[in-house]
């Protein structure tokens, strides 16, 4: 089983920054891709920035320019860098992992429980 934990949510001001952590531990043969997710209220959940296992990277048009993602293989740790945050950026941000067990196992989503970003303006 794979666990997934975000850290570094909170409170902010418009303009300022935020850096979210995921942290997968558990039974973990290698994490292919590690995704950010956001879920404001009364909206969908939409991917905010993936990170491959190669270091390739991608984002959401609305956060281009302003979030960062970055990965330590090591550490199984994902961070997302987030600067000039405005107030649509408020949401709950989920962490997803893409990993396998084992050298030949299947290949499973993992979520974390979120952590909230609240921008005031």
């Known amino acids: 089983q794979v666990q997934v934990v975000e850290s570094g949510g909170g409170l902010v001001q418009a303009g300022g920054s935020l850096r979210l952590s995921c942290a997968a531990s558990g039974s973990i043969f290698s994490i292919s891709t590690m995704d950010w997710y956001r879920q404001a209220p009364g909206k969908q959940r939409e991917l905010v920035a993936s990170i491959t296992s190669v270091g390739v990277t991608n984002y959401a048009d609305s956060v281009k320019g302003r979030f960062t993602i970055s990965r330590d293989h090591a550490a199984n740790t994902a961070f997302l860098q987030m600067n000039s945050l405005k107030a649509e950026d408020t949401a709950v941000y989920y962490c997803?992992?893409?990993?396998?067990?084992?050298?030949?196992?299947?290949?499973?989503?993992?979520w974390g429980q979120g952590t909230q970003v609240t921008v005031s303006s």
């Open positions: 997803k992992c893409r990993a396998r067990a084992s050298r030949f196992g299947q290949v499973y989503d993992y």
